[in-house]
């Protein structure tokens, strides 16, 4: 089945671009809508933005003007840039994949979060 | 942007009861663009419903959605101890696409 797994530091400081990878593991990157979503602690869940498999992305417009995410379908990974931190990007970041079928979206699976603090 | 509003924030019941968790949009969704999630301690959200009453693969059939336009419920008909968590109903649809409701959680009384 197919699983995701993210990967990048755990501690960036203020004012410094955030790297976040994700690899998809036991299937294709080709299709889907391949997504990041975080958590700042004890929280909600926040959209952050998706990639397609093509190349075209969808950003949350809160974050719009901070974030980039692109793919690379050579090595099954999709990637995730995030600008001008403060303490409020402290958040868990999960990547997940998203559906598109009959006008429904969801996001299944899941990868298991990675926690990133912000702070100097 | 379309808000969505969980209510209650908290429901404390005990296995065997019954839970019913809403979800009320701001404006009306159409009915195949809400999904539900569970989430556990230390855990990733895991996909209940899709569509608004379609059950994901391996998902077991106390768990059930329904609902239309701005008002959506997922029912859990018998709550086993594992189904005390957190709950988020997701929509899909105008600017920003996607959104998630504040959570519910479900608590053991």
């Known amino acids: 089945q197919v699983q995701l797994q993210e990967s990048g530091p755990g501690l960036v400081k203020p004012s410094e671009t955030l790297s976040l990878s994700c690899t998809v593991s036991g299937g294709s990157i080709n299709s889907y809508y391949w997504s990041w979503i975080r958590q700042p602690p004890g929280r909600g869940l926040e959209w952050i933005g998706y990639i397609y498999y093509s190349g075209s992305t969808n950003y949350n417009p809160s974050l719009k003007s901070r974030v980039t995410i692109s793919v690379d379908t050579s090595k099954n990974q999709f990637s995730l840039k995030l600008s001008s931190l403060t303490a409020a990007d402290t958040a868990v970041y999960y990547c997940?994949?998203?559906?598109?079928?009959?006008?429904?979206?969801?996001?299944?699976?899941w990868g298991q979060g990675t926690l990133v603090t912000v702070s100097s | 942007e379309i808000v969505l509003t969980q209510s209650p924030g908290t429901l404390s019941l005990s296995p065997g009861e019954r839970a019913t968790l809403s979800c009320r949009a701001s404006q009306s969704v159409s009915s195949t663009n809400l999904a539900w999630y569970q989430q556990k301690p230390g855990q990733a959200p895991r996909l209940l419903i899709y569509g608004a009453s379609s059950r994901a693969t391996g998902i077991p059939d106390r768990f059930s959605g329904s609902g239309s336009g701005t008002d959506f419920t997922l029912t859990i008909s018998r709550l086993e101890p594992e189904d005390f968590a957190v709950y988020y109903c997701q929509q899909y649809g105008s600017s920003p696409p996607i959104t998630f409701g504040q959570g519910t959680r479900l608590e053991i009384k």
């Open positions: 997940a994949r998203g559906s598109i079928w009959a006008g429904m979206f969801w996001f299944d699976p």
